[in-house]
């Protein structure tokens, strides 16, 4: 069974169409990164899997089971979404024990004191930062909270957009190592935006790059790592990278 598949998947905002005729299937247990110019659709692939970008065609799949265009609660237990920017995604007045305990309480799931004990503890936080509020926190932690948050659920597969961009670079090294890690131990499937093509030869093993809301090219990570990608604008992409 694949983790994700989409097929002939077409998303607009409004009138503006801005992914088109996108087929793509992602192996359980694989990290899959789409990379590719600002603008090009990369994050709102992410939505519309994630059930935030309601306005698409073709078909959307996680773990077999096909996404409708209605809150899905079965399909978002399955796949949640890590955003670029922790400080934006946490609620300013909610102690960090709140924020990791909605997603029980919506879903009705209880255990509560025990379930965040244990995610706080597999995201390298201490407990005492248990009733702290996002602002006490560095980006690093703050980032560390958002993935336990996307963690709350026991989900198959992690979105994650830009996870690392909005983080000081010695602490992008350390959420790229917990996201290694996790990875491993939960057997996540992982499905990732990012602009960096060293977080991809680190964390990824296969990828798409994006050109004007399409997939101009599927390549293994060992093809990223030789630079032999076969596209003209995926060489140029490396060509960024490499002078960068
Ligand atoms: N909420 C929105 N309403 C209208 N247009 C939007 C919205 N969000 C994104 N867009 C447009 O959709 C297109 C694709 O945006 P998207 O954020 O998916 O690109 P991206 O490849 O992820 O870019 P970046 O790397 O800058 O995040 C862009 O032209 C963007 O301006």
């Known amino acids: ?33 789409l990379v590719g110019e600002s603008g090009s659709g990369k994050s709102t692939i992410l939505r519309a899997i994630a059930g935030l970008a309601p306005d698409w065609t073709g078909a959307i799949s996680v773990m ?24 934006g995604s946490l609620h300013p007045r909610k102690t960090i024990d709140a924020a990791l305990s909605e997603p029980l309480a919506i879903h009705g799931i209880g255990n509560r004191d025990e379930r965040v004990e244990a995610v706080l503890k ?5 407990q005492r930062f248990r009733f702290r509020f996002p ?42 190592n917990l996201l290694k890690r996790l990875r491993r131990e939960q057997n996540l499937t992982y499905l990732m935006v990012t602009h960096n093509l060293p977080v991809v030869s680190f ?3 296969r990828l798409a790059v994006m ?20 596209d003209p604008y995926s060489q140029e992409l490396l060509a960024a990278t490499a002078g960068s």
């Open 203 to 205: 964390l990824c093993d």
């Open 135 to 176: 602002h006490q926190l560095s980006g690093g932690q703050r980032q560390r909270v958002a993935i336990a948050r996307a963690l709350m659920l026991e989900p198959k597969v992690l979105l994650l957009d830009e996870p690392t961009s909005a983080l000081d670079v010695s602490v992008q090294a350390e959420i790229l």
């Open 64 to 87: 077999g089971q096909g996404r409708s265009h209605h809150v899905d609660r079965a399909v978002s237990r399955q796949v949640q979404m890590v955003f670029q920017d922790p400080y």
């Open 1 to 33: 069974m694949n983790a994700i598949d989409l097929k002939n998947l077409n998303i607009s905002y409004g009138d503006t169409k801005v992914v088109f005729d996108v087929d793509l299937d992602i192996a359980e247990g694989e990290s899959f990164a």
């Open 211 to 230: 050109r004007h809301g399409r997939i101009v090219e599927v390549a293994d990570v060992s093809q990223l790592k030789a630079g032999q990608l076969s």
């Open 122 to 126: 597999s995201v390298g936080l201490d």
